[in-house]
T-cell receptor, first 111, second 116 residues
Framework: GENVEQHPSTLSVQEGDSAVIKCTYS??????FPWYKQELGKRPQLIID?????GEKKDQRIAVTLNKTAKHFSLHITETQPEDSAVYFC??????????FGEGTQLTVNP | GAVVSQHPSRVICKSGTSVKIECRSL??????MFWYRQFPKKSLMLMAT?????????EQGVEKDKFLINHASLTLSTLTVTSAHPEDSSFYIC????????????FGPGTRLTVT
């Protein structure tokens, strides 16, 4: 089955700096890669996703890159703000099937 | 929008009793729903995949007789934790995929189960 690894497990940045979180996956059949932000006790919130036919996608301060050959994808957050502090999860799936999550990254943005 | 609700949001039960958690898609039909369990400071672990009108598919290591899943309609799936024990205490989250689509999963708000 699919295996997703996520690094780092914790990340602390100064407000205004950029944050990068990286994930690798094992199943070459995976074609959908979402990123979620989860605050304590809340549901995961989709912040951006990318499909395997695209190499990069951007939405304001958030971008995701995908390297299918190397089987890794990354989340980039620019101009970080304290409200970006949360746990971020990457995930991988083939369309319509189970999501396999990474272990999560606790992001702290220090004012 | 695509809204998924769960009920109850929190439940405390005694060891040995059973608890039912409902997951509803409020404004769309969901042919497939998923049930996840999340322990504190851990990731979401898939328990089972639920397809409307058929038996759920359980992940390895998840006891199907302990975690009963029913997906009787296109808008409702239920998870029943039978003979609950303290180690079943966790955050249970469901998600749903809109009928006719194949990618994005919409998550419910979760149910915090505490077994005393």
């Amino acid at each position: 089955g699919e295996n997703v690894e996520q690094h780092p497990s914790t990340l602390s940045v100064q407000e205004g700096d950029s944050a990068v979180i990286k994930c690798t996956y094992s199943d070459s059949a995976s074609n959908y890669f979402p990123w979620y932000k989860q605050e304590l006790g809340k549901r995961p919130q989709l912040i951006i996703d990318i499909r395997s036919n695209v190499g990069e996608k951007k939405d304001q301060r958030i971008a995701v890159t995908l390297n299918k050959t190397a089987k890794h994808f990354s989340l980039h957050i620019t101009e970080t703000q304290p409200e970006d502090s949360a746990v971020y999860f990457c995930a991988a799936s083939t369309s319509g099937s189970r999501l396999t999550f990474g272990e999560g990254t606790q992001l702290t943005v220090n004012p | 929008g695509a809204v998924v609700s769960q009920h109850p949001s929190r439940v405390i039960c005694k060891s040995g009793t059973s608890v039912k958690i409902e997951c509803r898609s409020l404004d769309f039909q969901a042919t497939t729903m998923f049930w996840y369990r999340q322990f504190p400071k851990k990731s979401l672990m898939l328990m089972a995949t639920s397809n409307e009108g058929s038996k759920a598919t359980y992940e390895q290591g998840v006891e199907k007789d302990k975690f009963l899943i029913n997906h009787a309609s296109l808008t409702l799936s239920t998870l029943t934790v039978t003979s609950a024990h303290p180690e079943d205490s966790s955050f249970y989250i469901c998600s749903a995929i809109k009928a006719g689509t194949s990618y994005e999963q919409y998550f419910g708000p979760g149910t915090r189960l505490t077994v005393t």
